[in-house]
């Protein structure tokens, strides 16, 4: 057993007095280890926060759906932001302003139709018995060594093959796809280093280098459209008009991140929360043994299980949008052009939404968590990361119950995206 708590805990006044100061751009350290105090600080005190830069925080499940809700006045369009973040001819900048989830309509519309065409219910569903197969394959793996680490050795691999399949990623070229997608996803933290800036950059531009020979070779040979999505986002047409070629593989680059880090996170964090909180992962077993000749009874299980574990750790914490034209939030008046960040790990905390939020309840039944987002934003491949959740973290309890974290694991340490970069544990 663990000497100390996975997730220190932080007193009131500390909390508070991160809150007092709050500013993305200067966060202290034991922040980034639990985060949550000072949320519920800042959602009881000052739940639309104005920042040192001049944006707004909220930190309130009501305010961030109203947001949400309203894509007509709040924009998800990056070129305002990310231009003195980036430099306007940068890799990071041509990407994140290109890519699906920092857009609006209509680019957004045909890409996301694009993208969720190839995602149905059907296709989802036919991925399921490879997916088992592969999981298997990582726990034969670990049943070999003893042990392992959670994150190296399973939480990353499984989305990486995943999302490299439904792309037609060759198997002897994935190797790179994981330290690319955390360069430049972490260029998205509040502040990035020269460093991180630099290596987001060469990430980017050695990632396109590699989708424009894919591109070119599946032009050649189209592969199925209902299965394969880089053929459906090279051959689909929206509305009588294709992808450009920088949308396409800009998308590309999107469609591998999104899918392999927070998927990550979420088998990761959840695998780690059930270390955290023993008491609630007794009961996921219990149930789980009580449904074992129940298919779909055990599915609805881990289903709510998955849903409440990424509620209580998300993958992602942050969102951001800009005021279009001068508008409300929770009886504030932003301006136009107000820049507005919005906390998904605090609103998933909140009382007023969810009872007894600072508890892991695993059987919780309603569960209207924004881990996905809402709205038009709305994550597209929820349904399959809610299926990676299911199989990786239901297979590996039946499989290794009496796991156990042999050494602290290592957090991100990242504001924007919550997860744990090691945490070797063994198998009993």
Known sequence: MLKDPITPPMSAARAHEIANAFDLRALPADFLTNPYPVYAALREHEPVRHMPDGSVFLTRHADLVAVYRDAAT??????????????????????????????????????????????TRRAIADMEPGLVAL????????????????????????PVEIIGNLLGVPHQDRDPLRNWSLAILGALEPVVTPEQHALGNRSVTEMLDYLRSLVAERRQRPGDPERDVLTRLIQGEVDGEKLSEVELL???????????????????????????????????????????????????????????????????????????????????DLPEGALVTLCIGAANRDPAQFPDPETLDLRRATNKHLAFGFGIHQCAGLSLARLEGRIAIGRFLQRFPDYQLSAAPTRGGRARFRGFLNAPFKIG
């Open 74 to 119: 709040f924009s998800s369009d990056k070129h305002v932001e990310f231009a003195p973040k980036y430099g306007a001819d940068s890799p990071l900048f041509e990407h994140h302003t290109t890519s699906l989830v920092f857009n609006d309509p209509p680019l957004h519309t045909r890409v996301r139709k694009l993208i969720m065409g190839a995602l």
């Open 135 to 158: 999981v298997d394959s990582l726990l034969d793996r670990i049943a070999a060594q003893g042990g392992g680490d959670l994150i190296e050795d399973f939480a990353s691999a499984i």
């Open 250 to 332: 800009q998308n590309c680059i999107f469609l591998l991140n999104a899918g392999h880090e927070t998927t990550t996170n979420l088998i990761g964090n959840g695998l780690i929360l059930l270390e955290e909180f023993p008491a609630a992962k007794a009961g996921l077993l219990t149930d789980l043994q009580a449904t074992a000749r129940d298919a779909a009874a055990q599915e609805q299980v881990l289903t709510l299980a998955v849903d409440e574990c990424l509620r209580f750790e998300s993958s992602n914490q942050l969102g951001n949008r800009r005021v279009l034209k001068a508008t409300q939030v929770g009886g504030v």
